[in-house]
């Protein structure tokens, strides 16, 4: 009898984070198509701290939704745990490419960079390097807060880093019902 309420437990719990993911996806397109209507072409995108790559799926579909090209992405995250994770359960889909690594030192050229949620309150002057690094290897960024104060300290590493910023706004999409922790409630558009 314990056998069986642990096996209805767990999936329980695959279904809630199925369908957690799939709002995630949904409500992560939605800011896309609101904040970024009509993009340049992308064919390489950068998630810069991907951790577990929750928008990796919605970035590669979209961009790709928009162009019909093949798109790259990659994501690097310092944590070697999350990107074994992450490489395991992205390993089906093609395009997709997860490194252990410091986003510090990006030297490849890439259509987009994303900077999505990071840890800037308490790592800025890392954060900082990053943009700056990535200023003149991306066209375009896209960066999330969660909350008032990081967006603020994103905005400004950013303004420094000379990149344009073209939206820095609240994210309507943020606080869907079938999530439990939303989306980043923050958003800036910005172009080098």
């Not at 809630?16 to 072409?41: D, G, I, N, W």
């Not at 790592?123 to 690094?133: A, E, T």
Request: proline fraction near 4%; glycine fraction near 4%.
């Amino acid at each position: 009898m314990v056998y069986v309420n642990v096996l209805e437990e767990a999936m329980k719990n695959n279904q809630r984070a199925f369908h957690e993911r799939h709002a995630y996806r949904e409500s992560f397109t939605k800011m896309l198509e609101q904040f970024v209507p009509k993009p340049p072409v992308v064919e390489r995108i950068v998630d810069l701290g991907c951790g577990i790559a929750r928008a990796a799926y919605s970035l590669q579909h979209y961009f790709h939704s928009k162009s019909w090209l093949d798109i790259e992405y990659v994501g690097i995250d310092r944590d070697e745990h999350k990107i074994a994770f992450t490489n395991t359960m992205y390993s089906y889909l093609k395009g997709f490419t997860f490194i252990v690594g410091n986003a510090e030192h990006v030297e490849d050229d890439f259509d987009l960079a994303t900077i999505l949620n990071p840890n800037i309150a308490e790592f800025q002057n890392g954060w900082n390097n990053v943009i700056r690094n990535i200023r003149n290897k991306s066209k375009l960024l896209i960066a999330t807060a969660l909350q008032p104060s990081e967006h603020r300290m994103l905005e400004e590493a950013i303004s420094k880093a000379g990149y344009h910023i073209q939206t820095s706004a609240e994210n309507p999409h943020a606080e869907p019902k079938e999530l439990k922790l939303g989306l980043d409630k923050y958003i800036i558009i910005a172009h080098s």
